[in-house]
């Protein structure tokens, strides 16, 4: 069965620093990998995807993710926090019936 | 372009009670899910219609919970009686057709609360 894992319930991070919000699966075949961000009282918005090709994939908001087969893992990744990126962090892979697995999401802080 | 639109945003009713939440995916798209986040846990997969058919309901909890897209457009998702364990927030999404890695647009939510 495909899962995802977040080991991190929360994240801290001091504004201008750079962040990583860690993510790792297990699928059978390709990884089809997402990462998505829900802003307080909003829905879930795309943020950047791994399909195939370049293991360095760039998203919105100056979000980057790096995908690791060798280590089964897609970090999200940024260089410099903004205390606006304060939200919480969904990982998730696709299914070849095209649902959505979730990992248990990430709560970024970022602070002044 | 309208994103995804769920109503009501909040419901709260009481146990054994019946509710009903709908989605209004983008227009156009054929893909059109339903997901459930509960007690602060995972997002998890509820169902899955492509166009008015039911593609896939293998998350779907129980035979309490109902799921229609009639014409293939807007869908709701009904839950009757409702239980203490069903309350947590409904998010449904949506995607084209075509292109079968394209990312899926969600709706605010709908946040159920069963007391």
């Known amino acids: 069965a495909q899962s995802v894992a977040q080991p991190e319930d929360q994240v801290n991070v001091a504004e201008g620093n750079p962040l990583t919000v860690k993510c790792t699966y297990s699928v059978s075949g390709n990884p089809y990998l997402f990462w998505y961000v829900q802003y307080p009282n909003r829905g879930l918005q795309f943020l950047l995807k791994y399909i195939t090709g370049d293991n360095l994939v760039k998203g919105s908001y100056g979000f980057e993710a790096e995908f690791n087969k060798s280590q089964t893992s897609f970090h999200l990744k940024k260089p410099s926090a903004l205390v606006s990126d304060s939200a919480l962090y969904f990982c998730a892979v696709r299914d070849a019936g095209g649902k959505l697995i979730f990992g248990q999401g990430t709560e970024l802080s970022v602070k002044p | 372009e309208a994103g995804v639109t769920q109503f009501p945003s909040h419901s709260v009713i009481e146990k054994g009670q019946t509710v009903t939440l709908r989605c209004d995916p983008i227009s156009g798209h054929d893909n059109l899910y339903w997901y459930r986040r509960v007690m602060g846990k995972e997002i998890k997969f509820l169902l899955h219609?492509?166009?008015?058919?039911?593609?896939?309901e293998s998350g779907m909890p129980n035979n309490r919970f109902l799921a229609e897209r009639t014409g293939g457009t807007y869908s709701t998702l009904k839950v009757q009686p409702a239980e203490l364990e069903d309350s947590g927030v409904y998010f449904c999404?949506?995607?084209?057709?075509?292109?079968?890695?394209?990312?899926?647009?969600f709706g605010p939510g709908t946040r159920l609360t069963v007391l």
């Open positions: 219609f492509v166009k008015e058919s039911k593609q896939d």
């Open positions: 999404a949506s995607s084209p057709y075509r292109g079968a890695y394209n990312e899926q647009f």
